[in-house]
């Protein structure tokens, strides 16, 4: 053969072997496991419940997030160690990578999906960065009080109007930043909220912001589309209460469970789930669990919540059905239960078992296991469904 | 050359070509819009506002609805001469099409993915397809009365747990089949629902099953949780009413909004928008519009709901802000305004001005022009988001 004749195959070979590798991903139907131990993330296909690869070399991923580009062919990877990665989960393959902090918790994607915000406790603040490029656009340093001390950053969230909304730990404040001019970024501070706000949600509508307090017993609310009526205290009982109970990690607030008009919350400390009515965000019911709740998540038709625990009850999961606030099933996954990821409509179910590497996919109707998957350390868990979501 | 040498070089320009094409699109970002006048759809890509492409020999597509494969790489076309096809809009191509009946409303796919369900006139029942290859599973006629005569069936919907919900017109029934087992449905009836149920929604999270009466005034509410309590009234007074206005044009049920704790549906006959109460499905409020309001729809995160219009004021779109209920904007974006469609989170709409060809893309915040794309007569927009929702 001749040089040419070599090259000609070459080509031929590696261009199939590409084509074939993107053609079979549509990424509406693609997802993101995040092994911690390894700094690895894995790629999944939803509907073949199919591992795709492993993208190596992101850093510290302990308590890592995840968002999406909004045509979800980019995952942006917030890792513990302030190193934020862009991938490509259809060519697999990092594409941009910036070490921008010390200590980072989180990050999320702006509504028009230009711009990428990241959550830092060292230095404390918010970094802005272009969404294509990771360029840094404009920082908003996380100063309070006399002596000009930074707090760390939590509970960052996208709210509609490319703004950022975010608690600062240690000053009892909660901040709204509007980037609608990216360099210049407007921000809007709300004092003595209460007492260190450890993390917080926004509703899936993106119209109440609420943050979790570590320092005193109550949660914190922001109306985002009436922001001049201030920060307001709900649900004053909801914390550790006067008994004092050992706590063996924080809830996640971020898997409260929004369904028809109650919202489910794990309570802090006890073996229960709470019951609040949406509209007055009062208590009015508690379902005993197994063990210390850490994710309360409801399925999308708000037909179930499903829940996982606290060290050293966390080999289980359960099901709670809504209408009749019953416990319906208990599911035995495997050990150390870190996440639970359903599929868009809920027919299906993906929960990471750590120390058992893997990931276990059950229905949600029959509570059948449909997959099992080998993982490293799998931890979070996160569908490009995503992308479509406010808040996530 | 060689012929070897040929085959190799050809080889290499077709799977580039090819690679080329997937590899642009990400099916997260992609849509359809209808152009009912030619038989043809056009694909379009959400971010870059752009035209894709076009497939055409899909038959008669007045009234034409579309849903999704989970994987959003395949649409399924709903076209009103009983036409069912199946599109690949990656591959910009037709890969099964069956004319299954000879006059159809509408259609839905199942939360598993799996079954394609057809709402036909003639002859009257759901049919039922698997969605991979369109082959006919099962048929439900939606024969009635002691004549056995078959309804016309409108309004299907998906629901939870693989059912399919759908109302009969001339039978003023709503069933309820379940297609757990996809050859063998399970019907459940609901009888003298009210006259002539004509259209339907479906809450987005499954839960209520929405139908309006062509026959009287009110509408029919069906709790998919709680089956056993029955179909119930609501909204006695939603109508006609006692003047009998004449009404231009029936409004479209599913485009009704849910805004936080507030549905906002299109009066009938009447210049104005009603404001109900999610709870009581009782009347709050009216906010007067400039016409007869066809599609009520509420922009992702609830703080605006926007307007569409029936002939003769069919130019105008018009937008109410949710908190104050009051108008904060109208919007010209040509003749005979017949769809909108935002994006995921909200922050564009697509508005299909038919009798000027061409479909115009707004920025919801500021209500700039952003962009205007040539189409054929377009009506409906989808996105590919759908594919994600519970009810689309």
Redesign the interface.
Known sequence: M?R??LI??A??AS??A??AT??SR????LGVIVERATGSVQLVN??KRASLGRIQGLGDLSHASIVYS????YAYVFGRDGGLSKIDI?AQRTVARTVQAGNSIGGAIS???HLVAVANYQPGGIKVFDADTLELLSEVPSTYGVEGKRAKVVGIADA???RFVFSLFDADEIWVADLTDARHPAVRKFRDVGRQPYDALITP???YYIAGLFGEDGLVLLDM??LDAGARRILDGYGRGSEKLPVYKMPHLRGWAM???YAFLPAIGRYEVLVVDR?TWKQVAAVPVQGQPVFVMAR????QVWVNFAFPRNGVVQVID??TLKLVESLHPGKTVLHMEF?????EIWISARDDDRVVVYNT?RFQKLAELPAKSPSGIFF??R????GL
């Open positions: 001749t040419v004749e000609g195959f080509l031929v261009t199939i590409g084509c993107v053609a549509e990424t509406a139907d939803q509907t909004h045509d979800a062919r259809v509504r028009d999906g509609p109007g490319n509508d993106g119209r589309q009436n369904a028809g008009d509209r999308p038709d708000g037909r809504v209408p599929t868009a409509r809920g027919d109707e490009t469904w992308a479509q979501k406010i």
